[in-house]
């Protein structure tokens, strides 16, 4: 059974840095997308960064140069270094991982992220 636990949010301020931690259970990160989404109040969820087992990663352009996905084998975990801050990048932050043939698809629960000065 696929379990997905995220934690490391919190409040920071413009500028600053966060990392998020999704510790993952029953995940096989060969047959998997790791994911990161988010969503802010009043918007949709959006996909914020993927990750693929041989540590191929995409983003989405407002976080380009500022956000790190990466896969730490060791401890399970799918983490997201979150540099550079901006009051637009408060929301809350969801691992997810999709299956690439199977049509698996598993969320945590969710960790908040605020950005305020």
């Known amino acids: 059974q696929v379990q997905l636990v995220e934690s490391g949010g919190g409040l920071a301020q413009p500028g600053g840095s966060l990392r998020l931690s999704c510790a993952t259970r029953g995940v096989v990160y060969q047959v998997f997308t790791m994911n990161w989404y988010r969503e802010a109040q009043g918007k949709q969820r959006e996909l914020v960064a993927s990750?693929?087992?041989?540590?191929?990663?995409k983003y989405v352009d407002s976080v380009k140069g500022r956000f790190t996905i990466s896969i730490d084998n060791d401890k399970r975990t799918v983490d997201l270094q979150m540099d550079g801050l901006k009051v637009e990048d408060t929301a809350i932050y969801y691992c997810?991982?999709?299956?690439?043939?199977?049509?698996?698809?598993?969320w945590g629960q969710g960790t908040q992220v605020t950005v305020s000065s």
């Open positions: 997810n991982v999709k299956g690439h043939n199977t049509g698996s698809n598993y």
């Open positions: 990750i693929e087992s041989d540590g191929r990663a």
